[in-house]
Nanobody, 118 residues
Framework: VQLQASGGGLVQAGGSLRLSCAAS????????MGWFRQTPGKEREFVGS????????YYADSGKGRFTISRVNAKNTVYLQMNSLKPDDTAVYYC????????????WGQGTLVTVST
């Protein structure tokens, strides 16, 4: 399984950004795709996830009401739409994948940097 994240960049506080994660190497109907983020000196933080079979989503409190995860199964692609961005959202964002019943995410993308300026 390979994951390719893209869409990071520099945005002003209050702005929006959409990240993409393209998956390949398997059929993904039974997968959950997750988004995580990490800043230097901090542990990787769960942002949210989506179950590809039915589109059910879960969000960490940090992104509720501002972040939306969606998918296009035909493209094996998931998206993280981030609105009302804050400087605290600055991080490297990673997408990850696991079989729905797994506890851990064994597959990770390379990360894409999001910088939110004041």
């Amino acid at each position: 399984v390979q994951l390719q994240a893209s869409g990071g960049g520099l945005v002003q506080a209050g702005g929006s950004l959409r990240l993409s994660c393209a998956a390949s190497g398997d059929t993904f109907e039974s997968y959950v795709m997750g988004w995580f983020r990490q800043t230097p000196g901090k542990e990787r933080e769960f942002v949210g996830s989506i179950r590809l079979s039915d589109g059910r989503t879960y969000y960490a409190d940090s992104g509720k009401g501002r972040f939306t995860i969606s998918r296009v199964n035909a493209k094996n692609t998931v998206y993280l739409q981030m609105n009302s961005l804050k400087p605290d959202d600055t991080a490297v964002y990673y997408c990850a994948a696991k079989i729905f019943y797994a506890r851990e995410y064994p597959y990770w993308g390379q990360g894409t940097l999001v910088t939110v300026s004041t």
